[in-house]
């Protein structure tokens, strides 16, 4: 007996009892719609994070001065400048495990152009400090060692920035007040979106270090920063360079052993890392749990074909006592099974890719349905069919010809 | 003996079943030969080991001890499979309740062995057609058994067990479920195979009027034969014209 024949036999078996069949189907079809919409949204939610991560730029270390103790109270990071420009320059020059190190000083400052106002986070630095973060200007040039060197009173907007003092209008060349100062705009940045905790990346400016020491934030402690921006050369030397980064600050600062730090190094792709594998784990999580349904579907199929084993008894009878071998019955009710399994399996996959984009749609949410995750959940579906209709189809295989045939 | 026309050759038959610690002798050596062409007709009451004896000879049992040759081959000692094969291609069943598949047209039903020997589908059709010629069925290939009567429904089965040209055909009880004249139309079929196309019958009946068509008879008691007997048999055909005329087939 040929494979198309059994196949037919197949569809006419199914055909035989419709509504039997579609509702042994529709196991599946939740099932696998079910696999597929979750991964789906498992998958975006990773996607969307990775996308955040590489926003913020790779290997990246914050270095934060503070924690200072002053009479009895101990302030937290940041509050007091400990660390100097002379540190960030170090940690470039002597740290192998460094890529880029910048020194930044930051602060809120209220930004004017004509009549219009807005207040955006600054950061006075280095050109380094947008190689570190990975963002390209999109309009205008970057900052030049020249500016910071300079003390030039130029700087780069972020889009949000831009788009709030000049709206359609191009910034490059025009002049805003920072803080009653005039600097020039030499650029546009690239657009970065939100950060995971949903801080806007392009509210920002950016302003040469020199130039914001003198004229916005450097008066109380000249030579000071903030914070130091550190890039690793590879992901693999991120703990090295903590390590190495806090022997030589506490060897500058000449801190003693039993002195605690007067800084703190913050691993910020580590913290990102663990979102990371957070959505990992939820994504598996769901698909375990619409596996679940898949398999329940499954059992649905061995039911019905225990059943119509057990009403066809007599038809095997007929069909053994013409010639039909074992595995010509084994086959029969098994391609049933198969039929029956990969159907579903279709019209689930259809119902899944288009639950996916509903969800997308309408809940906003980010989907991303992968060619692996449809071919995963299809075949999972046709072992399911395997598995499950192999015991009734054995069962029927089995069947003693001359009870078959005696069956009422 | 000519030892080469023996289309069935069994030696010392037992078939002993075990129900539990029980067991059940239900053949208990039987010995017997059916040249190629005869009609046997096989009787015996329930219990008699007749049913045994048939299933065995149809190769859908085997023997507990005890040799059988089909065809000067010993198929006691084959496996399931090579008996299925066995079945397919020189065995025709027919059975008391017919056991067409149903929602399955006739045509499909006659064409069902052959589906089990890789026929190719106009071989199928073709021998199937032909095979219901034989029978007398043509003009209803296309109707499903619900759709016929029972002696049609019996045909059907008759073609089913013919379309492989089988060296031989068991038929058991077929006319158990048919009234008088049905029960001899099929009977006839049966006598002009045998006779017009040399094929062997074996028939399985506990009525003495049936068995009266075969040309031997063979008796079964406590699961051994008591008698086998040959003789000149009645001719279906004669008898069919002194009955009075068929009344009008409910199912048309």
Redesign the interface.
Known sequence: MNFLMTLRIAFKALNRNKMRSGLTMLGIIIGVSAVIAMIAVGSGAKARIQEQIASMGSNLLIVLSGSATSGGIRFGSGSVPTLTVDDAKAIATELPSVKYSAPVLTGISQVVSGNQNWSAVTYGTTPEALLIRDWPVVKGRALTQADVDGRAAVCLLGQTVADNLFGEMDPVGQVVRIKKFPFTVIGVLALKGQTTWGQDQDDTLYVPLTTSQRLLFGRNFPGMVRSISVQATSAGTLQQAEEEITQLLRQRHRLRPDQENDFSVRNLTEAMSTAQESARVMSLLLGAIASIALLVGGIGIMNIMLVSVTERTREIGIRLAVGARERDILYQFLIEALVLSLIGGLIGLIIGVSASQLISHFFKWPTLVSLQALLLSFSFAGGVGMFFGFYPARKAAKLDPIEALRFE | MNFMNDLIRVEHLVKIYYLGEIQVPALKGVDLCIQSGEFVAIMGASGSGKSTFM?IL?C??RPSQGRYFLEGTDVSGMT??EL??I???KIG?V?QSF???N?TTALENVE??L????TSSRTRHHRAMEALTGVGLIGRQHHLPSQLSGGQQQRVAVA?ALV?RPSLILADEPTGNLDTRTSLEIIDIFQKLNQQSQITIILVTHEQEIARYASRQVIFRDGKIIQDLSFEPRQAAYDLTQMPPPTEEAIP
């Not at chain 2, 589906?115 to 890789?118: D, K, L």
Request: proline letters at 4%; charged letters at 30%.
């Open positions: 299933n149809g859908l049992d399931k499979d299925a094969q079945r397919n291609k069943f059975f056991n067409l598949l929602r069902l062995p589906f089990y020997n890789n089913r492989n």
